[in-house]
């Protein structure tokens, strides 16, 4: 069983930057596709930024401003996020899905991101 840990949410101004991690439990980070996605009330949980191990992918609303990376060593994995704006408010999660080995699909908890105007 894999465990998520989200960190680093909070409030900021806009035009301001946020990073937020997500640590991995276990073994199986490396052999992991992950991915940062958001859900606002309402809407559908939607894909923010996923990384695989030689690939990153970012939806349209953040490219140029958000930027994912990941640590296999600390089974981390980051997303910076400038030049934030109001519209980005809401709920994160973090995803990992395993795709060698004994496959899995495990989501993080959530860490709310704030940005005022």
């Known amino acids: 069983q894999v465990q998520l840990v989200e960190s680093g949410g909070g409030l900021v101004q806009a035009g301001g930057s946020l990073r937020l991690s997500c640590a991995a439990s276990?073994?199986?980070?490396?052999?992991?596709?992950v991915g940062w996605y958001r859900q606002t009330p309402g809407k559908q949980r939607e894909l923010v930024a996923g990384?695989?191990?030689?690939?990153?992918n970012y939806a349209e609303f953040v490219k140029g401003r958000f930027t994912i990376s990941r640590d296999n060593a600390k089974s981390t994995v980051y997303l910076q996020m400038n030049s934030l704006k109001p519209e980005d408010t809401t709920v994160y999660y973090c995803r990992l899905r395993v795709i060698l080995g004994v496959i899995g699909d495990y989501w993080g908890q959530g860490t709310q991101v704030t940005v005022s105007s």
């Open positions: 276990g073994s199986t980070f490396s052999n992991s596709i």
């Open positions: 990384i695989s191990s030689g690939s990153t």
